[in-house]
T-cell receptor, first 111, second 115 residues
Framework: GQQLNQSPQSMFIQEGEDVSMNCTSS?????WLWYKQDPGEGPVLLIA?????ELTSNGRLTAQFGITRKDSFLNISASIPSDVGIYFC???????????FGTGTRLTIIP | DAGVIQSPRHEVTEMGQEVTLRCKPI?????LFWYRQTMMRGLELLIY????????DSGMPEDRFSAKMPNASFSTLKIQPSEPRDSAVYFC?????????????FGQGTRLTVV
């Protein structure tokens, strides 16, 4: 099946720092989505991307659909405590409508 | 809107018992998805419905798993008989397909423990 590799697996940052994480695949994707999951909750959609090169923002979050269509990036600016959680990328491979999820990046904010 | 509602939130059952998980999608959403989340395999799509019809069940792990959607406001995922390796968090999600069905809203999940 399709593999989505997310990095880093975990991040420990201080409040106010900017965060960058990425997701790569071995094949071309038509759609890239970024979700956030809090403990005991389901994933919540943050940003959806549908075109290669597309750059979309949602408040302090910015995500990009890589021009090769094999990667995507999520940036969080000026992190705050409520940004803590697990961030998942997800996408639909070319020719397949099934959504595949990445392995997740766990974000922790150090006091 | 109340969002996607799943029940129960937690289920502990003995190996061999039948387990039924329930989901009420967001009103007006015609896509419904069942996912399973484990530490080892992450989030996996099990099956999805469109207008109450199963479209892709290739993710259903075994014949022990079955899912139904008798009407637009209710779906069940049944495991019979359950096994310890079925322990996971099961999520239901729904979408109205606009702009794409992939933009789905998830429920809070059912944490299943099979002992």
């Amino acid at each position: 099946g399709q593999q989505l590799n997310q990095s880093p697996q975990s991040m420990f940052i201080q409040e106010g720092e900017d965060v960058s994480m990425n997701c790569t695949s071995s094949s071309i994707f038509n759609t890239w989505l970024w979700y956030k999951q809090d403990p005991g909750e389901g994933p919540v959609l943050l940003i959806a991307l549908y075109k290669a090169g597309e750059l979309t923002s949602n408040g302090r979050l910015t995500a990009q659909f890589g021009i090769t269509r094999k990667d995507s990036f999520l940036n969080i600016s000026a992190s705050i405590p409520s940004d803590v959680g697990i961030y998942f990328c997800a996408g639909t491979p070319f020719g397949n409508e099934k959504l595949t999820f990445g392995t997740g990046t766990r974000l922790t904010i150090i006091p | 809107d109340a969002g996607v509602i799943q029940s129960p939130r937690h289920e502990v059952t003995e190996m061999g018992q039948e387990v039924t998980l329930r989901c009420k999608p967001i009103s007006g959403h015609d896509y419904l998805f069942w996912y399973r989340q484990t530490m080892m395999r992450g989030l996996e799509l099990l099956i999805y419905f469109n207008n109450n019809v199963p479209i892709d069940d290739s993710g259903m792990p075994e014949d022990r798993f079955s899912a139904k959607m008798p009407n637009a406001s209710f779906s069940t995922l049944k495991i019979q008989p359950s096994e310890p390796r079925d322990s996971a968090v099961y999520f239901c999600a729904s979408s109205d397909g606009r702009p794409r069905k992939t933009e789905a809203f998830f429920g809070q999940g059912t944490r299943l423990t099979v002992v």
